[in-house]
């Protein structure tokens, strides 16, 4: 059981949808429901994570929203600063657009984009040193689960990142335990499951720096209104990330309210 209490954050990843007519009925259709039934902020922090061509005119939608949302970038470069670098988005030009967050070690990143441990490293290096809060994805294949290596693959991923970290930089890690087996399909890891998983995960931050047991770990995997309020209620659950369920309004804020609610 976690120590402090640890203010919850969901967060929507949009991935690479929607098309703009429909982010933009999205955006008006959650500013709706909000402003019908506030979620205090401090009872649970809300982002979303748009296309990078589209944070900074969601970030402008969302301007006259009764509370605020974190913009949260989906990726960023492994090269710091500006220059010549065709096709890259730093963690310094994301500041300058007022983004405050970023993804970073995503599934779909590391398997399909060849995003390396090594690559992460550089990646999260940049976010920190550039002052972004970073949402770092962990997770295990079904394989991995089933040969019975999902704790060692997660805790070795929560390592991974422990010497690019500095100290005092840990309070700007939120860590999501994605179950690959889990994005997208339906599944979910149950929350008994997913409790364990994040009391590993807590006690292997807590090892590494003070600030584990206040940090937050979100769990995400086919999070829906469904099987928020359960997962809401394990102690070592801050949070979800959201992908599919974050596309329909009414379902993300019922999420959101879940754990706004249940914390
Ligand atoms: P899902 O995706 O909710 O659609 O399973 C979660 C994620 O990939 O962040």
């Avoid at 890259?88 to 398997?111: F, M, N, Q």
């Avoid at 995997?221 to 469904?226: A, M, R």
Wanted: one cysteine or more.
């Amino acid at each position: 059981m976690s120590g402090p209490a640890i203010t919850p954050w969901v967060v929507g990843n949009w991935k690479m949808n929607p098309m703009r007519a429909d982010a933009k009925q999205l955006v008006q259709e959650l500013k709706q429901l909000l402003l019908n039934q506030n979620i205090e902020e401090s009872k649970c922090h809300i982002g979303v994570s748009p296309v990078a061509l589209e944070l900074q005119s969601i970030q402008a939608q969302f301007s006259d929203c009764s509370r605020s949302i974190s913009m949260v970038a989906q990726d960023l470069s492994r090269v710091a600063g500006t220059g010549a670098y065709t096709g890259e988005i730093s963690a310094e030009l994301l500041k300058d657009s007022a983004v405050e967050c970023v993804l970073v070690g995503h599934s779909e990143r590391r398997e399909v984009f060849g995003d390396t441990p090594a690559v992460l490293n550089e990646k999260i290096k940049n976010a920190l040193n550039a002052g972004l809060t970073v949402i770092y994805c962990v997770g295990e294949s079904l394989e991995q689960r089933e040969s019975g290596q999902a704790e060692h693959t997660v805790l070795q991923q929560i390592c991974d990142i422990a010497s690019v970290v500095q100290p005092e930089q840990w309070n700007k890690i939120i860590v999501a335990y994605e179950p690959i087996w889990a994005i997208g399909t339906g599944k979910t890891a149950s929350p008994e499951d997913a409790q364990a998983m994040h009391a590993k995960i807590r006690e292997g931050l807590s090892q590494i720096s003070p600030a584990g047991q206040g940090m937050a770990i979100l769990y995400g995997g086919s999070v829906k209104p469904e099987n928020a309020v359960e997962l809401a209620a394990c102690p070592d659950i801050n949070g979800a990330l959201v992908g599919g369920a974050s596309l329909n309004a009414e379902s993300f804020y019922k999420i959101a309210q879940a754990f706004a609610n249940t914390k």
